[in-house]
């Protein structure tokens, strides 16, 4: 059987086995990973900020065996096949995201998230594999009967979280996001199908529903992130628009179709060619894209392109109640006279929108904890932590960026 | 100058710096501090939380001049003298713990709480330095006019909690406390004499606060740790009272006075000696006793000191509300005729108790945040931080420790 | 006076203080090296390897800053324009690398080497700022009076490396290459104009030349990257070797002029263009030639973009003696048999070459140990460090690299 | 079967099972290394120094059921048994070390060493534990079979070694001596029934051997560490004298045994209460008389004792040549003088001494590579590796210690 240990800073070593598992890793699909990073624009803020997702795929792997382990030595069977497939499905979870995913899933595709990706993909191997992924299909979909199995891949607290928040705070540097997700994993236990904690572990999920929050507004949702993130989604919507309009601009061969046309999920499962395009895609293509358009004649893509790449970010401000309309009115008018701009050129550059977290959501699939007396609770009804259930509702702020 | 630099597993390099403090440290009322452990009896738990109150002390020195340093690049006057003196009322600000500390203020001592000892100590040392540590106690007890000074080293914000957090979790292995300490400290600032916090920071305040709450519950509250303790002051109060019925029993010089004595802050006040005594006590009196008492011809002394040494602890339970007075009746006869004791010997083996925390204070000392604005709002009013509220109450739990 | 705090996962906190530094970074060349992986292509073997130049020069500049305190408090005078301008000769240091510097300076470029254009662009740097960087110049070049500020800046114990070797040990996982960065910082002092190591910090000195030496070997000599390394080289070449032979492929805006024409280091200093050409390149060219040069029609051309994507390496074997030729020749013929190649095609696919360290070179720029007794000696000298002698010498070794 | 997870800020986690090996974890000989630093006095210089043995032996018997493990997926048999019992070797391997060791092995114990006291006391086990403990013994002292399960508990690249360097570099703070303990373990294999490395370990067991060398100077022999043991020796010394002289001075009752009979290995074997006494002792019984000991009448005992405590060390000079006897004679002469001591009495606060450390012995247990072309050779003659030779050979240092 194959194996290999890979170098990781965040857990020492990672230990890959089994020849599927290598497949798997090897396939173009998996490999294209290395080129996407995990946080997007996030070293703009954090430089050390530019791990991929590749990489926080075998992290989650790493941490899925060790709890899988756990969860046999605790007397829960897992068959050989099961355990591999769950390994399998954590890999492959994140398989259908795109560059710069989730500000892209909305510019550069047409709704399509990256699980309705992730999903296609994978049962595209399958089929290349000859049906050897069917058990990963199942529980990455939720269909095996194990549903423990399928909460450990996707869940409030799956292994997903718990990789990246480990991974994200430890490349960014923000400490106070780091989790207990050794201690977490091993208080996992199963009870009646379902994916459960211990109760001794209250306060380690406590801590990581907490550093899950504080990562969101830290990181995920920083100002600067959300500028350059918001300057680059305008430079692909003006670049489609020019497309659109016949001018001919700087693309890569695979974005191509992504520019000229609108596609959705239907798109995707009829044509093979949108499939094949997308998985060449990478941060590569985007940044290129921005690299090459700075000299195109467009002044809001050159000008937003050069603006990206030199650092020179539009401003952010974010709001706890919307704001006046009347303030956008206003910045608009001022940038259309600075820079000469007509009504359609001003709107790419000042963007109103709207950003929300959860931190924990206490109407469906929670996080179930299992009391020394033999019940399991909602972690939001555990008497110790009466702080859970404020944090239960969504945050909305609201965010205006706009050229300086 | 004298200076020095440690190593420090936990900031990497603490720099010692100037001829007042080396005096200080190199006093034997601060060296005594390396015989002292800062955690008690969580070694029993965690293996490696056996740092001491002389580490804890340096490395909140560390963290203070960091501090002032930040405080003064923001254009806030220290003078030079102030800037030592709150360096040296943190490093002093703990001078006052015997051994075990919180455990033995109300055992060994009459209810002598270590704050008061620590002024009475720096009292001493103020004379035996011919008046330098004017300024440290105006600090330390908070009559200095720059009252932030005095709110670094004791408030619900302060320095020595800062490191003791981080200390402490860096010892244990309890990853999940760790606190953004330098982050913190660059968000200090000082608004109308007053300590606050720049609103960016509320996240690390807020992490800061359930940190100190996670510790709580899983370090400084486990029941192992309850156990031991429970087992050591049992220990002692069985010593105080065979003294006290004229039964010898080993016991160190300096600890002597203690057991045979009910000292309290008055009678260390007015006789020189019991000072003289208790600034030579450490753990090592503590555990030199437990050691030769299991020879003792006592039965509860020698079983308890045998118990402690091999590890035989107490059962410790832990209620969220208080149990039926029934449930002592019950264990306390069963050992009664397990160990043939009296019903006077049983009590030092069945022991019911109460702990209780808070993780934040909203009605004293506020932990304050300026706002962007130019408001100051207390932490627990952050709209941001619904939860803040929530753990501002104290949390009381019930305890039953007995002999297996 | 602008500052700002950057998280940084290997220090914790850099601290950039001073408005000529922030106008510095600020400057598309310093934003331009965001783009440039400090280890090219080490992700390949470890896929946490991907931290910047950028990053690279931040944290130089944080120990730069905290070496020159460290110096003035030991009493040695260092003017504000010179401590400024030193952190301003080691933020600049790499300013003239390249995408993959080390391994296109002789493929894409003619013989020009990093330093040669780092000093070309510090000098019009210096131009644009008005002749605010003349002594950044003087201590970069080692002409200014004071030669310890140059040797900190680069010899064979200087920041840079202190800074690279804990941040590529950090980023790879390979903690064995970690040094003592901050002691030796303490252990630096200043004798008769030249930077000197305390005797007491002989042993982190040897420590630090060891790790050089171990992360030479494992990681920046480490087969899988010596293979993608050569299997972009080549893929250049072919790239150069087509564009010469009129055969259209793509290329980037700023790579073309590269792949048109031998720039010597005569020519960027003649011809603007070519300089501001080299300026925009980054990384994301190269790879995007790559992605694109999978579609080319040229055989050997999209072999090994594709094999590259892919991570379907060369073959690469390392040899303490050369190999015979004879090896080579059969490796070359079933390789053109294989895929049908021509003889000058097959060249592209075949590679041999030698790579050499030298852990220490006790000729020149030696490191100086300051003894007790006020002796001035080689590191080498050091009676307590027989083994650094043996490390002295140049090793070289042979490798082969083909197409599996 | 029993288990339990146990915190360990170096490893994170450290998981102990099985029934036998939790027995031996909760006999007293083995908590009473609880109360037994590793390094001894170490924190008189690196504060963080506290670690016990305890500690050590746990964190050891981690990494050798990691190497266990690896061993076994390498497809080398080991049976639960011998599994099992390699584990309990290297949790035992230290059970016969009193308080500061290395120290008091020739002051206190009459030319006993902890080797020959651990294998006692493993006997000892043995019948209480009635045979269970046999194939440990067999391990443990190299007469099983399987060579390579011995030599992984002791030998030069041994589980002991690579523990106690993370450990003491990790709770030192001083990093330099980090061991990439991991990574050696994955090399480790085993060929002809011996323990090798794999070819490509060869710089992690150069690191290993650099680091240790490191640790030696730079921490074991730190001259204030040296300082301080030479004052408690000769306290202890003094201690034996005045009550081999019928002074009446405080001892515990279970290191009286010590200070009246000068007890060898024989007296050991053959007097049971011996054993029951040393298997009491700990460092609280050391610092406890010198605690008490400042209250002596004996000058020199108390002189001693105050110093220790109050860190007043001996002035610790380091010589690499043998210094003139003239030195001493001059020293003692002021001492008398100053303190009006006797000729007798002097010898105990003038102390002249040898260290010697030898990175790696050559000539026997030398550690194997196992090459890619299927040799074994001794690592210094690996050709990579020039300096393991110059290192190879015994370094002695001399050393004068005297009051100030």
Redesign the interface.
């Known amino acids: 059987m194959r ?1 290999k ?6 857990y ?2 990672i230990k890959l086995q089994g020849d599927l598992i290598f497949r798997v890793i ?1 396939h ?1 699909y998996f ?1 294209r990973l ?2 996407i990073k995990q946080l997007g624009v996030s ?1 703009y803020v ?3 900020a ?3 997702r ?2 926080h795929a ?1 992290g989650a792997s790493h941490l899925m065996k060790n709890t899988l382990d756990s969860l046999r ?1 605790k007397g829960h069977n897992i068959t050989p096949i099961e355990y591999e497939s769950t390994i399998l499905a954590i890999l492959l979870h994140d398989i259908g995201h795109g560059p710069l995913s989730h500000a892209l899933e909305y510019s550069l595709l047409n709704k399509v998230n990256h699980e309705q990706l992730s999903s296609l993909l994978i049962h595209k191997l399958n089929v290349e594999f000859e049906g050897e992924l069917q058990t990963t299909i199942a529980i990455f979909e939720g269909t095996h009967p194990k549903q423990f199995l399928h909460q450990l891949v996707s869940s409030q607290l799956d292994i997903d979280r718990l990789d990246y928040l480990n991974r994200d705070s ?7 996001g ?3 997700a ?2 977490i994993i ?1 208080m996992f236990d199963v009870v009646d199908n379902q994916l459960v904690v211990e109760e001794k572990g209250i ?2 999920v ?2 990581f529903l ?2 899950r ?2 990562m969101y ?2 990181v995920y949702f920083h100002k600067t992130s959300i500028s350059v993130e918001t300057m680059i989604v305008q430079a692909i919507k003006r670049a489609k628009y020019l497309i659109k309009n016949n001018i001919e601009i700087f693309t ?3 974005l191509k179709p992504f520019f000229c046309n609108n596609i959705d999920i239907e798109l995707f499962k009829t044509e093979e060619q949108y499939i094949d395009s997308f998985t ?1 895609l ?1 941060d ?2 985007i ?2 894209c921005i ?2 358009w700075q ?1 195109e004649n467009d002044i809001v893509l050159s000008l937003l392109s050069k603006a990206i ?3 020179k970010l539009f401003k952010t401000i974010i709001y ?1 109640e919307k704001p006046d309309e009347k303030i956008l009115l206003v910045i608009k008018e001022t940038i259309k006279e600075t820079y000469a701009l007509s009504d359609e050129e001003v709107e790419y550059l000042v963007i109103s929108n709207t950003i929300s977290n959860e931190a924990y959501v206490a109407t469906k699939n929670n996080i179930l904890i299992h009391t020394k007396t033999g019940e399991l609770i909602d972690i939001s009804d555990a ?2 932590l ?6 239960s ?1 969504v ?1 909305n702020k609201h965010v205006i960026s706009y050229l300086k």
Chains 1, 2, 3, 4 share one sequence.
Not at 5 to 10: F, M, Q, R, S, Y
Not at 386 to 391: D, E, F, R, T
């Open positions: 194996k240990v890979i170098n990781d800073p965040v020492g070593f090897e173009p490999q290395r080129r070293d954090y430089p050390g530019l791990h991929t590749f990489h075998l030595e430890f490349f960014t540097g923000v400490t106070e780091t989790v207990g050794e201690r091993k306060y380690s406590e801590n907490n550093s929050r504080l507004w830290q890569t061969k695979n060449q990478d590569v293509d940044w290129m690299k090459e000299y790449l030199n650092r706890n008497s110790d009466p702080n859970i259930k404020s944090i509702q945050v």
